[in-house]
């Protein structure tokens, strides 16, 4: 694996800042470093990756996540002798499947494209990843986790963390064994990976499971579910979902005088950001438990976490460790001259080398080699790790 190079002056790293936080849709972000060799031969002009996820939108925290830790790794290769150059090509979808689609096309047009981190989200994946693989063209999600993405037969497909088949289990083990709740009332967003994940708990819970119930996006009025919860008796809750509404639903919960002590509030990765903190008013987020198949960022191998506080003025936050991780694969790829997407797709498939998260090496179906699931808490209004669930 190449070695870690820290960004060397501050104006490098408040540009770099600069151009994570100011997301466009299909915008380019020029992340090449002045003082860096341009190259060799084998180099071709213009040559990009893309970043396919949300960076506007009420879920663009996650998004923006995983582009600052793209960025770091493009910043640190281009700062290398000789590298070639790559340019980072950003893809807002704001975490909506209807933009998909002419964002997958925009990207499958533009030749300089080569590979793709992303999409981040599971619904924008099953629309967008069909073309990507039409194309040729190799994404690698650091965040989408609906298993069925990996069933499709396609071939550009890959993940660096683990899908819900492994998390959905283990957010039901922590409820029942570690919290000691017996009945848990089950709600989802209704998206492809909130009711996917949801679905899945519900299955894993069996008798424990007293109740169902769905929501939408963008719901803000959550008083008729706190009703029902209340009603039902149930002592824990898991929401599949993201952090806006999962941290409304848990204010509300809260306001209603059901406190984590009487009904124990679960989510999962979508809802593991300090937006939830900040939707549910604060003080009611504590206590409040989040499950999700990423490492804690404070555990990555060698000086990421320095690296990106450096880079960005804040510690690094979910998925900015896997982003990092699957633009590293890309761009090792092209470093050893793997510059067109026939060739960086088949290196990819042979990838197998340590990253910042975990040994990075993917199956036939584009899965990980290694997974594990985290438990999180809402602790002094912060989000940090509590435990690895099974270990």
């Not at 590298?83 to 533009?110: H, I, K, M, N, R």
């Amino acid at each position: 694996m190449r070695p870690i190079v820290k960004i060397a002056t501050p104006v490098a790293a408040a540009a770099l800042l600069l151009a994570a936080c100011g997301g466009t849709t299909g915008g380019s972000s020029d992340t090449s470093s002045s003082g860096a060799a341009s190259g060799g031969g084998d180099c071709p002009e213009g040559i990009s990756i893309g970043f396919f996820g949300a960076l506007t939108g009420p879920d663009a925290n996650l998004g923006v996540n995983i582009n600052n830790g793209v960025k770091l790794a493009v910043e640190e290769h281009n700062a290398e002798s000789g590298a070639c150059q790559v340019a980072v090509e950003e893809y807002d979808s704001q975490g909506l499947p209807d933009q998909a689609t002419g964002l997958a096309t925009q990207a499958v047009g533009d030749e300089n494209v080569v590979g793709i981190v992303g999409p981040a989200f599971s619904g924008e994946s099953k629309v967008a990843d069909p073309l990507f693989d039409e194309a040729g063209l190799v994404g690698i999600t650091p965040s989408a986790t609906n298993p069925a993405l990996s069933e499709n037969g396609w071939g550009t497909f890959f993940r660096v963390l683990g899908n819900d088949a492994t998390q959905g289990p283990a957010a039901a083990t922590y409820i029942t064994d570690t919290l000691g709740k017996q009945k848990v009332y089950v709600v989802d967003d209704a998206t492809e990976y909130g009711k996917g994940l949801a679905d899945l708990v519900r299955q894993d819970l069996g008798a424990a499971k007293v109740k169902d119930n769905t929501v939408q996006k963008g719901q803000t009025d959550f008083s008729a579910v706190v009703s029902d919860i209340r009603g039902s008796g149930a002592d824990a809750v898991f929401f599949g979902g993201y952090y806006a509404e999962a941290g409304l639903l848990l204010k509300q919960m809260r306001d209603a005088g059901l406190t984590q002590e009487q009904v124990a509030f679960v989510s999962d990765d979508g809802a593991k950001d300090q937006g939830l903190v900040e939707a549910a008013g604060g003080p009611a987020a504590e206590g409040a438990i989040l499950t999700c198949p990423c490492l804690p960022p404070e555990e990555a191998e060698g000086t990421f976490a320095a690296d990106y506080e450096e880079a960005y003025g804040t510690a690094p936050a979910t998925y900015s460790a896997e982003g990092y991780d699957a633009a590293t694969i890309l761009l090792e790829g092209i470093s050893e001259g793997n510059v067109t997407r026939e060739d960086l797709l088949a290196y990819v498939k042979s990838y197998d080398a340590p990253g910042v998260t975990k040994q990075l090496k993917f199956d036939e179906k584009g899965e990980p080699s290694e997974i594990s699931v985290w438990a999180y808490k809402v602790q002094n209004g912060e989000i940090v790790a509590d435990q690895e669930i099974g270990s």
